[in-house]
């Protein structure tokens, strides 16, 4: 009879612990998703950023380009006027 008792007395302990186990690791997984939503939005501001550097760089390069063809005609006067 001692044996059932023990045995009954094993299985609740392990079924107390299995539940508590469950629900940490619930919690867990809640932080890691939040976690995982903000990483995502970050990467998403950061695309953006990175989107508007592209175009700003494109648009200096273009303004460059502009102001060396500018100074490439400029220097064609001075030294065609020699």
Do not use: C, H, N, P
């Amino acid at each position: 009879m001692s044996e059932i008792i023990q045995a009954d007395v094993f299985f609740f302990i392990t079924s107390v612990a299995v539940i508590v186990v469950t629900i940490l690791l619930a919690v867990v997984l809640g932080y890691i998703i939040g976690i995982l939503r903000s990483i995502k939005s970050a990467a998403d501001v950061v695309r953006d950023g990175v989107g508007t550097i592209a175009r700003d760089i494109a648009a200096l390069k273009k303004a460059a380009k502009k102001k060396k063809e500018k100074a490439e005609t400029f220097i064609k006067t001075l030294t065609k006027s020699k």
